[in-house]
C-alpha cells in the first residue's frame, strides 16, 4: 500500500536473522564518552512554544557534531548514540517537574535506539549492554529501565516478523508520545493495528484488540482505553485503516524479556495477526 505513510515510516528489515556483535572498540569509545560532559543546554528553553520534533532535531545534531567523520555499523552507532543522549537526560537535573517535554523526546529517543539493538545484537552481549548502567557517569536505574521497556517492543517485533504477511515499523517520535503507539502492524499490505506494549512482570503475554471484551483490571483497562484514544487520535492524520491493539509482554521476575529469534512463531503473534486481519465486529 503506497501512500504517505511509506515515505515517513521504513518498514523494518531484517537480516535473515544473523544478530551483529559490537565491537569492544565500540564499548570502549562509549565508556570515553559516559564519564565526558557533552552539554546540548536546552533546560532554557519555552516548553510551550518549542514542539517536540525540533528537541529530537536539537539533539540528532548534537549526536553528528560528535560522532561525525566516522563509520559505524548500525547497531554500534546506536549504542554510542544512546550513551549521548543519556547524557543529555543527566544534563537536564533530578527535578522531574522541569524540561518535561525534553525528557520525554529523549527517553522515546532512547527507547527506539535500544529497541534495534536488541533486535539487531547477538544475546550474548546483552548482559554487558545492561551492566553498562554502572560506567561513571550513568545513572543506573534510568540506563537499566529504559533496556527493560525497549526489550518487551523487541520480543513483539521479533515474534510478530515472524509470522508471514506482516511488515512492522516503528512509530514516530510524535506518535510514540502523543497517541501511545510502540510499534505499526501491517498484514498482506492491507490491515493495520497501532500496538502499545507493556511488560508484564509475573503475569503471560496477552493481548486486547477492538471488539475484544475490555479487560477487567483496572490498571490494564486505563491503559486500554489510552490507546484507543490515541488511535483514534491517529486515524486522523492518516489514510489508512488502523485497529488499536493493547499488547502485554508477560517475563518472569528477575528474568528478562526474551529477545531470542524464535523459529516457531509464538502461537500468541500468529492470533494477533490473524485478529488484524479479519473484521471488527464490535465496538468496545
Not at 134 to 153: C, E, P
Not at 222 to 246: E, Y
Amino acid at each position: 500500500m503506497l501512500d504517505g505513510f511509506t515515505s515517513t515510516h521504513p518498514p523494518l528489515v531484517f537480516q535473515n536473522h544473523l544478530r551483529h556483535q559490537i565491537t569492544d572498540q565500540t564499548f570502549g569509545l562509549a565508556c570515553d564518552i559516559a564519564s565526558n560532559v557533552h552539554n546540548v543546554q536546552t533546560q532554557e528553553w519555552s516548553e510551550t512554544n518549542t514542539p517536540m520534533r525540533v528537541f529530537a532535531m536539537v539533539y540528532a545534531l548534537a549526536i553528528e557534531r560528535v560522532l561525525a567523520g566516522t563509520h559505524w555499523k548500525r547497531s554500534d552507532r546506536k549504542l554510542l548514540e544512546i550513551v549521548l543522549l543519556h547524557k543529555y537526560q543527566m544534563e537536564l537535573g533530578p527535578d522531574k517537574s522541569i524540561c518535561h517535554t525534553q525528557r520525554v523526546v529523549l527517553g522515546v529517543m532512547i527507547q527506539h535506539r535500544w529497541t534495534h539493538i536488541l533486535v539487531d545484537v547477538s544475546p550474548s552481549q546483552y548482559n554487558r549492554l545492561y551492566n553498562m548502567g554502572h560506567l561513571k557517569g550513568i545513572d543506573v536505574h534510568i540506563w537499566q529501565r529504559a533496556i527493560v521497556g525497549a526489550s518487551s517492543v523487541a520480543h513483539a517485533i521479533l515474534a510478530l516478523e515472524n509470522v508471514s504477511g506482516t511488515t512492522l515499523f516503528m512509530p514516530t517520535i510524535v506518535e510514540d508520545i502523543k497517541y501511545g503507539i510502540d510499534l505499526l502492524l501491517e498484514v498482506h499490505e492491507q490491515e493495520g493495528a497501532c500496538i502499545s506494549i507493556k511488560t508484564d512482570t509475573g503475569g503471560d503475554t496477552r493481548f486486547w484488540i477492538e471488539g475484544d471484551d475490555p479487560p477487567t483490571q483496572e490498571d490494564i483497562l486505563a491503559q486500554w482505553i489510552a490507546i484507543q484514544n490515541g488511535v483514534q487520535k491517529f486515524r486522523c492524520t492518516s489514510n489508512r485503516s488502523w485497529k488499536s491493539v493493547l499488547l502485554l509482554v508477560g517475563k518472569k521476575n528477575g528474568d528478562c524479556v526474551n529477545t531470542r529469534h524464535e523459529v516457531i512463531p509464538h502461537h500468541w503473534a500468529i492470533t494477533l495477526v490473524e485478529s488484524v486481519y479479519e473484521p471488527i465486529q464490535s465496538t468496545v
